[in-house]
Structure formats: structure tokens, C-alpha cells
């Protein structure tokens, strides 16, 4: 089981980024995949998922208008692309996938990314 979340950096308050997460194929066909993230002191939390096929999203209310989540089925790439983005994004960015058809909480994900770096400077 592998995931590899890639893309974090610094940007400037209002500016986007795009985050990736590539997967093993057989997780990326049986799993649904969200992403998390983590700021410092503060406790994990949801951000975005998308359903195994890919035709069921949802967001975190914060993250909706702002991030898009999207897949790649040919690329077993999962996608994050945030946009006006805040101060307050700033975090370590998790890809997870869950066995469950739906879920916003981190302790129902079964596999997580290693994280990436967000940084949004004001």
C-alpha cells in the first residue's frame, strides 16, 4: 500500500496550488480517497473526498468554491486544486483512502499519504 502526496509549497495569500496524490492501482479502483490536513497545534482535519468512481464529491464547508477534488483514473492520481487561498490554509496536506463509502473523519481512513507542505503567506 502506497500513497505519495506531492505539490505543498509557499504561496502568497490569495494565490492557488495544486496538490497530487499518486496510488497503488489496486487501492486507487477499490478505495475512496480524501484529503486532510494539519496545521500546528491544531487537531487533523477533513478537507475534501471523492468516491472510487470519482462521481461523488464533497467538501469541508470552509474548502467549498476554494478546493476542487479530482481524480485520474489512468494516472491513479488523486487531485487537490486550491484556490484564494488563506493565511489560515496553511498546513501539512494528507491523501488518505477508506474502505467506507463516505467519511470525514481520520480515524475511518485505513492508508495516508506521508503529507505535504502548505505554506500561504499573507
Known amino acids: 500500500v502506497q500513497l505519495q502526496a506531492f505539490g505543498g509549497g509557499l504561496v502568497q495569500a490569495g494565490g492557488s496550488l495544486r496538490l497530487s496524490c499518486a496510488a497503488s492501482?489496486?487501492?486507487?479502483?477499490?478505495?475512496?480517497m480524501g484529503w486532510f490536513r494539519q496545521a500546528p497545534g491544531k487537531e487533523r482535519e477533513f478537507v475534501a473526498y471523492?468516491?472510487?468512481?470519482?462521481?461523488?464529491?464533497s467538501y469541508a464547508d470552509s474548502m467549498k468554491g476554494r478546493f476542487t477534488i479530482s481524480k485520474d483514473n489512468a494516472k491513479n492520481t488523486v487531485y487537490l486544486q486550491m484556490n484564494s487561498l488563506e493565511s489560515e490554509d496553511t498546513a501539512v496536506y494528507y491523501c488518505?483512502?477508506?474502505?467506507?463509502?463516505?467519511?470525514?473523519?481520520?480515524?475511518?481512513?485505513?492508508?495516508w499519504g506521508q503529507g505535504t507542505l502548505v505554506t500561504v503567506s499573507s
Open positions: 492501482g489496486r487501492i486507487f479502483s477499490v478505495y475512496g
Open positions: 488518505a483512502v477508506t474502505s467506507r463509502v463516505f467519511s470525514t473523519r481520520a480515524d475511518e481512513y485505513d492508508y
Open positions: 471523492i468516491s472510487r468512481s470519482g462521481g461523488s464529491t
